[in-house]
């Protein structure tokens, strides 16, 4: 009977030890798990915040590419603009001072300065684009009626409905 309560007790001993040991192996574990945990959690911030910086760079390179985009439209309506103004001075050109087309008789000059073809059509295109719900203009003795009738007739202008001193440039963009 002794012996086998001493076998028992060495027995009781050696499995307190075991479980003594396995307890401290948990621990360890549960400790190793948490440190993953926390590693992980880190990763993931930094993977976020990769995530973002990286997206702005994409968006400052759209908005680069938007910006240059703008510059060579810029470009691009300059050269148009000029190009207009050559061909509209070239083949529109004012009235001579001394030849009066509309009143033989008259010799006196004309009181107004008179616009040319192009500052017409940049009246008319400027108003069509900064007023678009009243993009009339109203015309006075400084557009040559020529011009006017060429417009007309060419279908770039229309009258308006109710006045006919009122024109507006056709909206082709539209």
């Not at 002794?2 to 479980?19: A, G, P, Y």
């Not at 009181?111 to 109203?138: D, F, G």
Request: with cysteine; charged share 35%.
């Amino acid at each position: 009977l002794l012996k086998v309560k001493n076998d028992l007790e060495m027995l009781l001993s050696t499995v307190r030890s075991k479980n003594k040991k396995l307890e401290e192996d948990l621990k360890r574990e549960q400790q190793w798990c948490e440190e993953q945990e926390q590693v992980l959690n880190t990763l993931d911030k930094t993977e976020k915040e990769t995530n973002t910086q990286a997206e702005q760079p994409s968006v400052k390179r759209e908005f680069d590419e938007l910006k240059n985009k703008i510059m060579k439209l810029k470009t691009y309506k300059k050269e148009l603009l000029s190009a207009l103004g050559e061909f509209l001075d070239e083949h529109f050109p004012l009235p001579e001072r001394g030849e009066n087309t509309e009143n033989k008789n008259s010799s006196a000059e004309p009181a107004v300065e008179l616009k040319t073809m192009q500052e017409v059509l940049e009246i008319l295109i400027n108003k069509l684009m900064s007023t678009p719900h009243e993009p009339y203009v109203t015309i006075n003795e400084s557009f040559w009626p020529p011009y006017i009738e060429l417009l007309l007739r060419c279908g770039m202008v229309l009258r308006h409905p109710e006045d006919p001193k009122r024109l507006r440039l056709e909206a082709f963009h539209n």
